[in-house]
């Protein structure tokens, strides 16, 4: 993927653990979609600190994970999931004061489903509240 996406930009992209980011005010945006859902909870306000820290002022972030409030293994996977509260109480407690919980609705979907639910945060323009999203 790293190759992939070195050839289709045009740019060297980097594969990196999240504990290994150490860029300051580089990046307009960050997408973290299904990816954060294996970092465990101890570990997440560093890691959202570093992704704070590697977005420009007006830079946008999406982060996601699975609805619930749980860490566990699936077979050999480690999954950290979040719901309102947690994600909220985690955001308010950690140094990345630029990420916040957002809401916007996904289109075409209809109610979501313990099963099927994630939690999403980004770095907004206004606004502070909670995206519950049926993937798809």
């Known amino acids: 993927m790293v ?11 980097l594969l990196l653990r999240f504990d290994a ?14 990816s954060l859902v294996h970092i465990a909870r101890r570990d997440l306000n560093s ?6 820290r590697a977005l420009k002022p007006n830079g946008v972030a999406y982060l996601s994970f699975k609805y619930g409030n749980s860490e566990r293994m699936e077979g050999e996977r480690f999954f950290n999931d979040l719901n309102e509260t947690t994600l909220g109480t985690i955001l308010s407690s950690c140094t990345a004061d630029a990420l916040f919980p ?6 075409g979907t209809d109610a979501p489903t313990r099963s099927n639910r994630l ?3 980004s770095r907004p323009t206004a606004g502070h509240s909670m995206e ?3 993937i798809t």
């Open 3 to 13: 190759a992939a996406a070195t050839k289709h930009t045009g740019q060297e992209a």
């Open 21 to 34: 980011l150490d860029f300051d005010s580089e990046f307009d945006g960050i997408w973290a979609c299904g």
């Open 47 to 52: 890691v959202l600190t570093r992704l704070s």
């Open 102 to 107: 957002v809401e916007k609705p996904l289109e």
């Open 119 to 121: 939690i999403t945060s």
């Open 132 to 134: 519950i999203a049926r």
